[in-house]
């Protein structure tokens, strides 16, 4: 473990999956104990995304951006909100010089598959319908996310291609959860890491899933055919139990003819660049930025 992370590794407090509602409380509580970011140098404004139903999404513009992403937060398809990622989404919009919109899709476990990518895939074909009107270029427009908003936007490229929706410039995917199965080695033998291990990852799966089976889009470690996907930026986190899904998940794009950067972070886990004062947080930042930024360019 990086020596900087693991002195918070006592503090950090544990998430229970089992209690949705409490732990969406518990997140909303400590994201709203952190100082605010500065954003003096971007316009934010909120938005509704017309559709059944509608989606809220806020809009992040730092001047002169003309790409765009379409941002979906993490936190187990379970909790997060626009609120608690209105810091990463800052962050993102500040070091990529991009407009960043933000996505509050609906969560599990009272919105299960597909509920979440229709959210997703409405705001992605808005942004692209209304690209004048957000000052951004149709042609560069990215997906991404943390962790499971990374599989989500992950699946969101995969029905891009397979409905002939939007074209995607690029995938910006932090430490995503793409397997439902978790048959990989670090999902086997991570039963102890910080703040999200097997048993965590379990339970977010059965929220989003239900008895339902998984497809490729709700897992999209599932799908068969990676061809004619974006390119992809790709981190994880050595004590992470998506690792392996995800350096798997890279591979396989390569393998289909798809370009990827693949950066694997020695002694972090799930979700620690949140340390904000680890040396490897703010290269993990300022690397997640940079990769959209030249993505966009």
Known sequence: M????EAFIPLLPRTDLSDPL???KAFAERAAARPA???????IEDHTVRADPDVPVRV???HQAQGAIVWLHGGGLVFGDLNTEHPWATR????????VISVDYRRAPENRFPAALDDAYAVLNWAAEHAAQLGIDPGRIAV???????????AVALRARDQQGPPIRFQLLNEPGLDDRQETWSQVNFTDVPWSDRAQVAAAWRHYLGSAPATPYAAPARAADLSGL?????????????????IDYALRLLQAGVSVELHQWPGTFHGSQAILSADVSQRQITELAAALRRALA
């Open 60 to 62: 992040y513009r730092p």
């Open 37 to 43: 970011p500065d954003t003096g140098d971007m316009e």
């Open 92 to 99: 993102i919009a500040e070091g990529a010089g991009a407009v």
């Open 230 to 246: 974006p390119p992809a930026y790709i981190a994880t986190a050595e004590f992470d139990p998506n690792r392996d899904e995800d």
């Open 2 to 5: 990086d020596p900087e992370l």
């Open 22 to 24: 409490a732990a969406r």
């Open 144 to 154: 991404g996310g943390h962790s499971a908003g990374a599989g989500l936007a992950a």
